[in-house]
């Protein structure tokens, strides 16, 4: 039995290695507070300040949103011309539908199929920003997002993407020079996060959203990019809320369901899910040790009978025992096995009986 629990322990073991490395970057996720890169906001000239024009801006002084079709929603209209009118040089290009559909089969003809086939909107207007940045490089805004000062300072970094509390990056503001090593990965690798996840809300986050994008941006962090490769973090007080922060922010997200409000709910509860975890994971633990105890007890009988018949008599061997709780479909199998053995069984049913 000793070496039993050995092998139940190993296999096990395995199992669990084997899951932690696969969620291995998402459980690093969940204690990276970017600070290495983040945008300090003592480098940060405030919205005045005559160090503006004394920066850098090699980021390309174009605004990119998305919209299904030209008509803007009443709601994000005041966002969208905040943004316009802080930004009369820049150049303004609203993706839609139509126009984002153009571009990759003109410039990525590879990816259009995935583009074409992914099963919810919000995928193609996720991918078609990546792509966007990549080639053309500028700043992304979600049409939510409100412009509350000129965004002169952070064209001064190759490439930026917010931080979002408690983990990871999104991807709802974002900017980046053309053909940047980071956004080039990142639609590199689009097409291998095409697949579903059940929920609609996993899926989405996984396959384009701010979950794939963060997931991406830890292993291109783990490669240890050069200066020029470098993608700064804006942190949350320089994004909205403050009189010094880019941004404003106006409605909440449009296309969240129901499984979205259900994994908001598992965020807010995670101790006690993190505690149920631990509980039903031993509980597991025991049902698998248990079945294994008697699959080997089942093995153990099968050798014993065949071999050394007159002790299977004793009522207390181990086979009698377990024959009482084996489940019916394997009780069954040894019925079974009884008949095959014919003449020894009926020998041992007379012993039997004679003794009682
Ligand atoms: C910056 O200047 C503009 C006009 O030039 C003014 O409207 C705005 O209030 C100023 N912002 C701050 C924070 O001083
Ligand atoms: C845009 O889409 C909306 C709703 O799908 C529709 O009502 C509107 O007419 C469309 N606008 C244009 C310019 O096609």
Redesign the pocket.
């Known amino acids: 039995m000793r070496r039993g629990l050995l092998i139940f322990l190993i296999v096990n073991l395995v199992i669990i290695s084997f899951l932690v490395r696969s969620v291995s970057t998402l459980l690093s996720l969940l204690v990276e507070d970017a600070s290495a890169d983040a945008i300090h906001r003592s480098e940060l000239p405030s919205p005045n300040s005559s160090l503006i024009e004394q920066r850098p801006q090699i980021i390309p002084k174009i605004i990119h949103q998305t919209y299904?079709?030209?008509?803007i929603p009443e709601v994000w209209q005041e966002a969208q011309q905040s943004c316009i009118d802080l930004h009369p040089d820049y150049e303004y290009i609203l993706w839609t539908n139509e126009k984002s559909r153009e571009f990759i089969a003109a410039e990525y003809p590879w990816f259009l199929e995935t583009f074409d086939n992914y099963k919810y909107p919000i995928q193609r207007a996720d991918s078609i920003r990546y792509f966007v940045l990549a080639h053309y490089g500028g700043t992304y805004i979600d049409l939510d997002d409100g412009c509350n000062r000129r965004l002169d300072p952070l064209l001064a970094y190759p490439a930026w993407v917010r931080r979002t509390v408690p983990t990871g990056i999104s991807n709802d503001a974002m900017g980046s020079v053309p053909q940047h090593p980071f956004f080039l990965r990142v639609i590199e690798v689009l097409q291998s996060y095409d697949r579903s996840w059940l929920l609609p809300y996993i899926t989405v986050m996984y396959s384009t959203g701010p979950l794939f994008l963060s997931v991406i941006w830890k292993e291109y962090m783990q490669d240890g990019p050069n200066e020029a490769g470098r993608v700064r973090i804006l942190m949350q007080e320089e994004y909205n809320k403050h009189s010094w922060s880019f941004f404003t922010h106006h409605v909440g997200n449009s296309w969240h369901g129901s499984d979205a409000r259900l994994i908001f709910w598992m965020g807010q509860h995670w101790v006690f899910l993190t505690v149920l975890g631990f509980i039903l994971g031993g509980l597991v633990g025991i049902c698998l040790w248990w079945a294994y105890g008697r699959l080997l007890l089942l093995g153990s009988k099968y050798r014993y009978r065949y071999s050394k018949l007159p002790s299977f008599m004793s009522p207390s061997s181990p086979s009698r025992r377990s024959r009482f709780v084996m489940p019916t479909l394997l009780r069954r199998v040894s019925f079974k096995k009884d008949e095959e053995v014919g003449p020894i069984n009926e020998a041992s049913y007379e012993l039997y009986s004679r003794r009682d």
Not at 68 to 71: H, M, V
């Open positions: 299904k079709n030209e008509s």
